[in-house]
């Protein structure tokens, strides 16, 4: 095992001689908590009325203080959950592997789980472990841990704990986060077993003696030990790599959250109370996350649907400096996180008779009056990544507000990029220095980010739904 703690490597890669299979695999219970989290937020008022009964059960933590006052703003009513697989050993979780007691506590597993506005959509954004970013500074409980230029996602959750990962995220995604989940491993196998056991679909048999996973091809009902080698296994399931890992785990919560959004287990009051009890045993939330709180994010979604429930991973590709890590694939990267902090509810079709201009359709010249170094490149950057033609016009001086001008035939363009951008200003006609059909974007101070062009979030490369066929693509 690398002896660095920015690339801490799995337990679960170690000799298959050392700790049982239960010992090993604190990472999934993150991705378990996506399904966890769908019935407390989406199932029903139902499930709210059992998750009060079993908030006694529930850890909390005030991270506020410690990710700090300058933080994104929220564009909209959507609300934004991370979620976090720990391996603490601590109280009951001291038996799975007592030889890492006195060692802090890591997560490779980090989720953001995003509910659209008004409760129809929601996405769970999987980090993957490797993934290298800045790794800003971070309080602990002894101190203060100074920020790193670029390291392992992972290590982040080792520095500061919930709120370093709350603070690391929101710095690369520019996305607000408003609670966190996190989940240790001691109530993984009562969770499986709470929802009578969660259904998986193998490619071929397996019988891996690292994970100790041993199931014949096709449909299986999975739960306890079984369930927990199936989320570990590596080596026997797969291409062996991370990615691969990542979405057999995806398929695995949208079953769960399949499963546990079933009216099997949501009008079964005994099966409901088992899921929540093993839920709650084992989660520790921010103090922000109260009842009172809960039951109006329940209100909020009682229409959302496993079927409305999408998975994906950070648009992401090998490391330029390590093919062995992972790093974001931009302007990809930045081009998704937009759409996620600009997400709103479905549009209405357009009236008949009106226009339908595309981004491709549209040639911008950007000019930076905000003051700021490379603001310009930026937003250019942002409108490509949209399918815009953009250029750079240079600087403009200084504007406090941003500003969409048009050349001689480019009004409707100059309309349809003014509803994209901060604020939405009133197209102008230029009176001079105007090009024909081309449309100038005046970046002033004001200036935030680009929204989407699309209402919602578009479809992702590899994206997985709850409702997906289990053996498809297997």
């Given at each position: 095992?690398?002896?660095?703690?920015?690339?801490?490597?799995?337990?679960?890669?170690?000799?298959?001689?050392?700790?049982?299979?239960?010992?090993?695999?604190?990472?999934?219970?993150?991705?378990?908590?996506?399904?966890?989290?769908?019935?407390?937020?989406?199932?029903?008022?139902?499930?709210?009325?059992?998750?009060?009964?079993?908030?006694?059960?529930?850890?909390?933590?005030?991270?506020?203080?410690?990710?700090?006052?300058?933080?994104?703003?929220?564009?909209?009513?959507?609300?934004?959950?991370?979620?976090?697989?720990?391996?603490?050993?601590?109280?009951?979780?001291?038996?799975?592997?007592?030889?890492?007691?006195?060692?802090?506590?890591?997560?490779?597993?980090?989720?953001?789980?995003?509910?659209?506005?008004?409760?129809?959509?929601?996405?769970?954004?999987?980090?993957?472990?490797?993934?290298?970013?800045?790794?800003?500074?971070?309080?602990?409980?002894?101190?203060?841990?100074?920020?790193?230029?670029?390291?392992?996602?992972?290590?982040?959750?080792?520095?500061?704990?919930?709120?370093?990962?709350?603070?690391?995220?929101?710095?690369?995604?520019?996305?607000?986060?408003?609670?966190?989940?996190?989940?240790?491993?001691?109530?993984?196998?009562?969770?499986?077993?709470?929802?009578?056991?969660?259904?998986?679909?193998?490619?071929?048999?397996?019988?891996?003696?690292?994970?100790?996973?041993?199931?014949?091809?096709?449909?299986?009902?999975?739960?306890?030990?079984?369930?927990?080698?199936?989320?570990?296994?590596?080596?026997?399931?797969?291409?062996?790599?991370?990615?691969?890992?990542?979405?057999?785990?995806?398929?695995?919560?949208?079953?769960?959250?399949?499963?546990?959004?079933?009216?099997?287990?949501?009008?079964?009051?005994s099966k409901l109370l088992s899921l929540m009890n093993a839920a709650t045993k084992s989660l520790t939330t921010d103090?922000?996350?109260?009842?009172?709180?809960?039951?109006?994010?329940?209100?909020?979604?009682?229409?959302?649907?496993?079927?409305?429930?999408?998975?994906?991973?950070?648009?992401?590709?090998?490391?330029?400096?390590?093919?062995?890590?992972?790093?974001?694939?931009?302007?990809?990267?930045?081009?998704?996180?937009?759409?996620?902090?600009?997400?709103?509810?479905?549009?209405?079709?357009?009236?008949?008779?009106?226009?339908?201009?595309?981004?491709?359709?549209?040639?911008?010249?950007?000019?930076?009056?905000?003051?700021?170094?490379?603001?310009?490149?930026?937003?250019?950057?942002?409108?490509?990544?949209?399918?815009?033609?953009?250029?750079?016009?240079?600087?403009?001086?200084?504007?406090?507000?941003?500003?969409?001008?048009?050349?001689?035939?480019?009004?409707?363009?100059?309309s349809f990029l003014a509803k994209l951008v901060p604020g939405g200003p009133k197209p102008a006609a230029r009176t001079?220095?105007?090009?024909?059909?081309?449309?100038?974007?005046?970046?002033?101070?004001?200036?935030?980010?680009?929204?989407?062009?699309?209402?919602?979030?578009?479809?992702?490369?590899?994206?997985?739904?709850?409702?997906?066929?289990?053996?498809?693509?297997?």
């Amino acid at each position: 095992m690398n002896s660095n703690p920015m690339y801490m490597e799995y337990v679960d890669d170690a000799d298959p001689s050392g700790p049982a299979p239960e010992r090993r695999g604190w990472r999934i219970l993150g991705w378990v908590s996506v399904g966890l989290s769908a019935v407390m937020v989406a199932g029903s008022l139902a499930a709210y009325g059992v998750y009060y009964k079993t908030m006694g059960n529930v850890a909390r933590e005030d991270v506020n203080a410690n990710v700090g006052p300058n933080r994104p703003k929220k564009l909209n009513n959507a609300l934004n959950i991370l979620l976090l697989g720990s391996d603490t050993r601590a109280g009951g979780n001291a038996k799975y592997g007592r030889s890492m007691k006195n060692e802090p506590p890591r997560s490779d597993t980090m989720i953001l789980l995003h509910l659209s506005p008004g409760g129809g959509q929601a996405m769970g954004i999987s980090f993957p472990r490797d993934l290298m970013i800045p790794i800003p500074s971070c309080k602990t409980k002894n101190g203060t841990t100074p920020a790193t230029s670029r390291g392992q996602i992972n290590s982040a959750f080792t520095n500061g704990g919930a709120s370093c990962v709350i603070k690391t995220i929101e710095g690369i995604s520019n996305i607000k986060i408003d609670h966190f989940m996190q989940v240790d491993f001691n109530g993984f196998k009562a969770i499986t077993n709470a929802v009578g056991g969660v259904e998986v679909c193998l490619p071929k048999a397996v019988n891996d003696r690292q994970s100790r996973l041993k199931l014949g091809k096709g449909k299986h009902t999975i739960k306890g030990e079984t369930a927990l080698a199936y989320v570990r296994v590596r080596h026997g399931l797969g291409d062996g790599s991370d990615t691969d890992r990542i979405k057999r785990q995806q398929k695995f919560m949208g079953s769960l959250a399949n499963k546990a959004l079933s009216a099997g287990v949501l009008s079964n009051p005994s099966k409901l109370l088992s899921l929540m009890n093993a839920a709650t045993k084992s989660l520790t939330t921010d103090e922000d996350l109260t009842p009172r709180v809960m039951m109006q994010i329940a209100q909020g979604m009682q229409g959302m649907t496993s079927g409305k429930l999408r998975f994906v991973t950070v648009p992401s590709g090998p490391d330029p400096a390590d093919p062995n890590r992972v790093a974001l694939t931009q302007p990809t990267a930045t081009s998704f996180f937009t759409a996620v902090r600009n997400d709103k509810t479905v549009a209405s079709e357009p009236k008949a008779g009106t226009s339908k201009i595309s981004p491709s359709q549209v040639r911008v010249r950007v000019y930076n009056a905000s003051g700021i170094e490379g603001q310009a490149g930026r937003v250019i950057t942002a409108l490509e990544a949209q399918g815009f033609h953009a250029s750079l016009g240079g600087n403009s001086g200084s504007a406090a507000t941003t500003k969409v001008l048009y050349g001689s035939g480019a009004d409707q363009q100059a309309s349809f990029l003014a509803k994209l951008v901060p604020g939405g200003p009133k197209p102008a006609a230029r009176t001079s220095g105007g090009s024909p059909g081309v449309v100038d974007l005046v970046v002033g101070k004001d200036w935030t980010a680009l929204k989407s062009v699309k209402a919602g979030i578009p479809k992702q490369q590899g994206e997985i739904r709850a409702t997906d066929d289990i053996c498809k693509g297997s």
